[in-house]
């Protein structure tokens, strides 16, 4: 029985990890002294790695882009 739970608790844990999700990202910049916000969203539910990629590639040159 102990060897089932354990099994278990494994299964539960190993699914947590590879959760995907949808994912925005918003970026930021300045243009004449004005501050913009931009987001943008996956779209579809990716991990959590491939949107921080994802996000990092939306950056240009003076603009910061954050995942939430």
């Known amino acids: 029985m102990k060897k089932i739970t354990l099994l278990a608790a494994v299964i539960v844990v190993a699914s947590f990890a590879s959760c995907k999700k949808v994912y925005t990202c918003t970026c930021t910049y300045s243009y004449n002294n004005t501050s913009y916000s931009d ?9 959590k790695k491939t949107a921080e990629t994802w996000c990092t590639g939306l950056q240009s040159t003076g603009e910061t882009c954050t995942l939430n």
Request: glycine share 12%; proline share 0%; no cysteine.
């Open 39 to 47: 987001t943008y969203s996956t779209g579809t539910k990716v991990k």
